[in-house]
């Protein structure tokens, strides 16, 4: 009996291998090497069937511990962030459910009087994106970004799947509806323009599932002030490595994690610590849909680095 891949392996054929330390050098706006953004995951799910994240053991349905849990994050949690993210002037990429448009519109509201900018992040979390035919999953993503425009003004540039669930074709499907990029993929520490079917293209924006609460404090277990400490390493470190080349770091919140009191008071100290950096002019504080529209301009500018 042979190996099941003698030779070359299945390739997704999406881009090129490069290592980060043989790539174009470019800078941020204002001349920074490091770009750094909020990933605010806002979600919904359904009461007595479907997926979500546990406190405790899942229980026969209806499971109110775990759906109560996850909705303290809509009732409080994310209203308690959004008075963080307001007191140090930091903007979101707020990734968000449609559901939430007949849950609780003013949760979505209030994100676009902030001038946040708006992802689309599927209809629920209760389910997975991956489970559907091209067909359904066309559906899914055309429903979510015509519902966004109509009820907050605004079309998504930017698509993270419930749960980074993906099917063959979900970078095509997004760049054939007009998306410009996607977060699903963690691969990088740069943007990478991924290859599309019929010759396009779509940028994926580095989205994190280290620096990310759901791995680390749910999964991993992690105290709340260590995922602080965390958060304030990791940053350091990559503003240090960005003196060689540009790099984006993204910040992955929920709010029924880290809007917990004892958790929130925790990520204001890294928060801060971030905001400082970007008063100093160290980094530039930003959106997932400002990094994929610099890197656009950039390969306009500079076709044969970026193109």
């Given at each position: 009996m042979t190996t099941r891949w003698p030779d070359l392996l299945p390739s997704h054929d999406r881009f090129d291998y490069r290592p980060i330390t043989r790539r174009s050098d470019y800078a941020w706006p204002n001349g920074a090497r490091l770009a750094v953004y909020l990933g605010f995951n806002i979600e919904h799910f359904a009461f007595g069937d479907g997926l979500g994240a546990c406190i405790g053991p899942a229980s026969p349905q209806p499971d109110v511990l775990n759906h109560?849990?996850?909705?303290?994050?809509?009732?409080?949690?994310?209203?308690?962030?959004?008075?963080?993210?307001?007191?140090?002037?930091?903007?979101?990429?707020?990734?968000?459910?449609?559901?939430?448009?007949?849950?609780?519109?003013?949760?979505?509201?209030?994100?676009?009087?902030?001038?946040?900018?708006?992802?689309?992040?599927?209809?629920?979390?209760?389910?997975?994106?991956?489970?559907?035919?091209?067909?359904?999953?066309?559906?899914?993503?055309?429903?979510?970004?015509?519902?966004?425009?109509?009820?907050?003004?605004?079309?998504?540039?930017?698509?993270?799947?419930?749960w980074i669930s993906e099917s063959a074709v979900t970078p095509d499907l997004l760049g054939e509806i007009g998306y410009g990029y996607t977060l699903n993929w963690c691969h990088d520490d740069q943007p990478v323009r991924m290859r599309t079917r019929g010759g396009g293209s779509i940028w994926s924006v580095p989205y994190p599932q280290e620096l990310n609460d759901i791995?680390?404090?749910?999964?991993?277990?992690?105290?709340?002030?260590?995922?602080?400490?965390?958060?304030?390493?990791?940053?350091?470190?990559?503003?240090?490595?960005?003196?060689?080349?540009?790099?984006?770091?993204?910040?992955?919140?929920?709010?029924?994690?880290?809007?917990?009191?004892?958790?929130?008071?925790?990520?204001?100290?890294?928060?801060?610590?971030?905001?400082?950096a970007r008063d100093r002019g160290d980094i530039w504080f930003t959106t997932p849909g400002a990094i994929a529209g610099h890197m656009t301009q950039l390969a306009a500018e500079r076709p044969g680095d970026f193109g």
């Open positions: 109560g849990w996850r909705e303290y994050g809509n009732r409080v949690g994310a209203w308690r962030c959004l008075e963080l993210f307001d007191a140090l002037a930091l903007p979101t990429g707020a990734l968000i459910n449609t559901a939430l448009y007949d849950h609780c519109p003013e949760l979505v509201a209030a994100c676009v009087a902030r001038g946040d900018e708006l992802i689309g992040h599927g209809h629920s979390n209760a389910e997975r994106q991956g489970a559907l035919d091209e067909e359904h999953e066309r559906a899914l993503l055309l429903r979510c970004r015509d519902r966004m425009l109509r009820e907050s003004g605004q079309a998504p540039a930017g698509w993270l799947s419930p791995p680390m404090i749910v999964g991993r277990l992690m105290d709340a002030k260590d995922f602080s400490a965390m958060v304030v390493d990791n940053f350091d470190e990559m503003l240090e490595q960005s003196r060689a080349q540009p790099l984006v770091m993204g910040l992955a919140l929920h709010p029924y994690i880290v809007g917990q009191p004892y958790r929130l008071r925790h990520l204001r100290t890294a928060l801060a610590h971030l905001a400082r």
